[in-house]
Structure formats: C-alpha cells, structure tokens
C-alpha cells in the first residue's frame, strides 16, 4: 500500500478546496443572472380587490371640535392650568387645518417657589431680585391666555384593542403651527443706590418704568405688572381614538417655545429689570380633550 507525504496530502486538500470553490462560484453567478421575480396571477374573489376595504373615514370633509383641559410642564416657578378648546376642518382624511385657544384658569407653585418664599433672605445684594420673600408668588411671570393656528398631518392610523374586548380605531396626529401668548411679567425698573443706578450693585431703592417717584426698598416694584403678546412656532404630537362615529379623546403635547423673564429677577445682572432677562423656555403643555365629530356620520371606502 503506498503511502504518501504529508506535504502531499497538504497539496491535494488545498486543489480539492480550489476546485470546490470554483465549481460553487460559477453556481452561483449561474443563479444570479437567471434570477427573476415571479407574477402571481390572483384569482378568484380577491381578483383586482383593493388593499383595504371599508376603511372609515374619521377626518375627510369633517370639522372636529375639541374642548380641552391642559396643563403646562418642565416648569421652573409655577404651573399653568389652563381650560380650552380647539376646532380642526380635514380636507383628506390626512391633512387639516385647524385654530385652537384657551385660558390659565389657576397656578400651582412649584417647591423651588415655595422655598424661596419660606426660606430666602433678602439684603441690599439681591434687594432688586427679591425685595420681600412673602411676595415672591406674585411676583413670578405668569403666561394667561393661549392661541394658534396649525397645520395637521395624520401619516399612521390602526385598530386597537384593549383586553380583547373594546375595540377602537386610533391615529397619531403630527401638528406645526404659529402662537400666540398672553404673557403678564414684573415691570421693568432700576435699581438704585442712595438715588443713583446701583450698576448691578448694591441696591436701596428702585425706579419704576413710568413712574417717576423713587420707590424705597423696591417693594412697589415687586408687584408692578406689564403684559404683552408672544409669538413663537407651536409645534407637537396627538393620539386620537374614536369610540363611535362622532366621539373620541385627544391625548396631546404641544411646545411652544419663546423667552420671558420666569422669575422677575435681574437674570442679566446689570442692576435692572428689563428685555434682557427674558430667559428661552421650551414652555410645554399636555392636553386631555374630547373630540366631538361632525358631520356625525362616518363614511366608509368601497
């Protein structure tokens, strides 16, 4: 029986490998250019059917009105409660245009509010920040009254299920749009220091915007007001079920960002209150409403 080396049966394997790979490739470059996909003919009831069937239209040509309740989140001194509604008309049954509105109707101080009002100190270093701690709530920026206008996009829509047995059809509403906010702010002032601009020191007194009486101690302009008007984009997302043909609920965020000053404080630290303290907040609110449909017949697809 002959034998062979090692090195030669090193040799044979790696040709038998050799050929094996070749014989495999040109397999497979057989494959690839003689691949082709397959038209599948359908036939029967299903011939030319289109993909969905009986689609419920919950939007096209329809207005919904929806009263709301919100509530602003993130912050810093004070939360906005605020009751309003909004009304949409949809073109498509993905598309709209729509306005909105509502008012603060209370506040809830946050715990770095109420701290500062129960802890703080005040002396002539932060006298024009914080005149009288007490006062410090009302002092705070305050945002009143709310509105806009926005476009609506409603790209994703299903069925849902809860617990096999309420059975609800639900979408996600994308909206852009423009705001418009009533914001109510301390009044501007200068702080002073025996009758001259402290200059971002120490400060004795303050000098109200448009009143020309000194005011000792700065504590009348602690609770001196001005209001205004902000416009900023508005932006965010809805989820939308609908229960039955007219009625669903609207689980809702909304940004709206745009600067004002939150605390009433010098933020710019050059010993007076004015445009310049006014601090970009993201100023996002979630909204539960209640969406009324009409015309209350939903119409279906072929």
């Known amino acids: ?8 049966l090193l040799r044979i394997g790696i040709l038998a490998a050799l050929a094996l790979c070749l014989v495999l490739g040109d397999g497979l470059r057989e494959g690839v250019g003689t691949a082709s996909a397959q ?5 029967g009831p299903l011939a030319g059917a289109t993909s969905v069937k009986k689609l419920r239209l919950w ?22 409660l605020i009751v309003g509604g909004e009304a949409r008309f949809h073109f498509v049954d993905w598309f709209g245009i729509g306005g909105w509105g509502g008012y603060t ?18 002396n002539n270093a932060n006298r024009l920040d914080l005149p009288r701690r007490q006062n410090f709530p009302d002092q705070i920026g305050r945002l009143n009254w709310w509105s806009g206008v926005e476009l609506h996009f409603m790209p994703f829509r299903g069925k849902l299920a809860m617990f096999q047995k309420v059975f609800f059809d639900a979408d996600l509403d994308f909206f852009v749009g423009a705001a418009f906010v009533g914001v109510e702010e301390r009044t501007n002032a200068v702080g002073l220091n025996e009758g001259a601009p402290s200059g971002g020191g120490d400060v004795t007194e303050c000098l109200i ?13 602690q609770l001196a007001r001005s209001k205004r008007t902000a416009i900023a ?3 965010g997302i809805s989820f939308n079920a609908f229960f039955h043909d007219f ?7 909304r940004g ?13 630290r050059d010993g007076q209150i004015d445009s310049n303290d006014r601090i970009r907040q993201f100023n996002n609110m979630f909204t539960f409403g209640l969406i009324f449909v009409l015309p209350p017949k939903t119409k279906t697809t072929d």
């Open 1 to 8: 029986m002959m034998k062979l080396a090692p090195k030669t």
């Open 256 to 268: 709206i960002p745009f600067k004002y000053n939150t605390g009433g404080t010098d933020n710019n």
């Open 105 to 122: 109707v209370g506040k809830l101080d946050m715990d770095l509010t109420k701290e500062i009002q129960s802890k703080s100190l005040t």
């Open 247 to 253: 009625l669903g609920i609207a689980l809702r965020w």
């Open 59 to 80: 939007r096209a040509m329809r207005l919904h009105v929806e009263p709301f309740f919100a509530f602003t989140i993130g912050d810093e001194y004070a939360r906005s």
């Open 39 to 43: 038209d599948v003919q359908v036939s």
């Open 209 to 221: 915007e448009g009143n020309p009486t000194i005011d000792p101690g700065c504590t009348g302009s």
């Open 233 to 235: 984009p508005s932006f």
